[in-house]
């Protein structure tokens, strides 16, 4: 068996990592504005998650320089989109994920009207898409709540934020809705716990009372406004498609020692819970008692378990980069990886960022989420962040990031080869942009190079690396040569 011919390639960035032009076009502050890079961290140690402040926020804000602030610079998308769309275009894509930055339309999160140069720019920017052939897949929102609303009422933790957000996201629907068929509510929804202000717009020292309470109301709060704005969708582009998007941080048991399967089944409760809701419309019962024991309690009001139930997602995707491993033994080694802490597995390797190399888990994971929920999948990120070196001949040669797409690749074929419904697949990110954990260029993941370092020296050009023709040619046999 083969991919369908209407599977989908192509690649994924976010706003604030690749666009750049913080301030240009009437945008307001987002919380990535703040994200501060941090040089000689060994690169394990990187967190998306840092304690931030009050006083921490004012003093960046008030900081104009962007050298420390990568995010704000991004790769210079807004203003380079025409050229880089071209260059994805020459490598066959088919779809491009890109987010839209909720600040770009309201600049506070809370006028009443759009503002109009952002809407421009969008509309611009899936024109020329369409025009290409590159069907748009749109996350509303990725990693960039609206700094005042974080300022104001720690943004998702407020039941107010979920009408802003339904305003925010109407008006998507009415100016782009002609243009976007394929639409992602939250990002990596399940990672507010793990980094509450980058998702959620939650400054932990504000908080009243418990910080993981105001998570999972925040996250019962996103749950509502994905559900409405599905709803929403549905009446008025009844032909377009919704997802929810997880994190899949599978993870596998040490060893077969039952308290550590019983270990994982515990970890996998969480990890399923927001598919679960998403998707299978309810919140699971068992990890509502398992938040109960840590004294979490879910805010339902009046209509969300109706809206909830009647209004689950289209499609399910998800990020995938690695696996987890679980022990009870508190003497087995752990690993730092930069996006969450597990036991480390003897039989993989790891990124010199701590991220633990599986593809099988890419075929693991995949199985797991059709045979759980039955709704088609789409692999919305999978890379490798690696530094790559620009050789004498002024080429990037870069035959570990082939390697790791043709494992992948393999073990993706195979899934679907055994009956996985699966949409399509957007590597992350077809091009060189700002990492969101470390704030880094130089944790490189395209297939394309852009020349500037960490502190943003450079001159910006685009450079194919050798993976580009190889992502071209897989292309174009449509998985078959890999
Ligand atoms: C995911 C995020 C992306 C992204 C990617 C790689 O968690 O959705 O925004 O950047 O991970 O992570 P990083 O950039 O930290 O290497």
Redesign the pocket.
């Known amino acids: 068996m083969a991919l369908s011919d209407s599977f989908l390639w192509g690649g994924a960035l976010?706003a604030n990592?690749a666009e750049g032009a913080w301030r240009e076009g009437g945008r307001g502050p987002a919380v990535s504005d703040i994200a501060k890079y941090r040089p000689n961290v060994d690169p394990r140690e990187y967190a998306?998650h840092h304690a931030h402040t009050v006083e921490s926020i004012t003093a960046a804000m008030a900081d104009d320089d962007e050298t420390y602030y990568p995010k704000r610079r991004g790769i210079d998308f807004y203003h380079r989109y025409p050229e880089d769309l071209a260059l994805f275009a020459e490598m066959g894509f088919t779809v491009l994920r890109v987010s839209i930055a909720w600040t770009r339309l309201y600049p506070t999160g809370e006028e009443t009207e759009p503002n109009e140069e952002g809407i421009a720019f969008y509309e611009g920017l899936f024109t020329e898409m369409r025009r290409l052939g590159i069907e748009p897949l749109v996350t509303l929102s990725?990693?960039d709540p609206p700094l005042a609303l974080a300022l104001k009422n720690n943004c998702w933790v407020d039941r107010g934020t979920i009408a802003l957000f339904e305003r925010f996201a109407r008006t998507c629907f009415e100016r782009f809705g002609h243009l976007v068929k394929l639409w992602l509510s939250f990002?990596?929804i399940d990672?507010i716990v793990r980094h509450p202000l980058t998702s959620g717009g939650i400054i932990e020292e504000t908080v009243e009372g418990s910080i993981l309470q105001a998570c999972y109301t925040a996250l019962h709060h996103q749950f509502v406004a994905s559900a409405s704005v599905t709803r929403m969708l549905r009446e008025m582009w009844p032909e377009s498609q919704m997802g929810c998007m997880l994190?899949m941080l599978k993870t596998y048991p040490l060893t077969c020692h039952p308290d550590d399967i019983a270990a994982t089944q515990a970890k996998d409760r969480l990890l399923y819970l927001c598919t679960d809701v998403q998707a299978g419309g309810a919140y699971p019962r068992l990890a509502l008692n398992a938040l109960a024991r840590q004294g979490v309690e879910i805010p339902f009001a009046e209509g969300d378990a109706e809206l909830l139930r009647e209004h689950p997602v289209d499609f399910i995707s998800l990020?995938y980069?690695m696996t987890l491993a679980e022990s009870v033994d508190p003497d087995a080694e752990r690993t730092p990886g930069?996006?969450v802490l597990g036991v480390k597995n003897p039989y993989l390797e790891s990124s010199e960022?701590g991220w633990q190399i599986d593809p099988v888990g890419l075929r693991i994971s995949l199985i797991d989420l059709y045979d759980r929920y039955g709704k088609p999948l789409f692999i919305v990120?999978n890379?490798l962040?690696m530094r790559d070196e620009l050789t004498a001949d002024g080429r990037i040669h870069d035959p570990y990031r082939i390697d790791y797409f043709r494992a992948h690749f393999r073990e993706m074929i195979r899934a679907v080869d055994e009956g996985v419904e699966l949409m399509g697949y957007t590597s992350?990110?077809p091009i060189d942009i700002i990492?969101?954990?470390?704030s880094q260029i130089s944790?490189r993941?395209g297939f394309i190079h852009v020349d500037l370092d960490d502190l943003g020296q450079g001159s910006g050009e685009r450079r194919r690396k050798d993976s580009f023709w190889w992502y071209q040619r897989v292309i174009a046999t449509n998985g078959a040569d890999l």
């Open positions: 976010a990592q998306i990725h990693y990002n990596e990672g994190t990020s980069y930069n996006t960022w990120e890379g962040g992350w990110a990492s969101a954990s470390s944790k993941y």
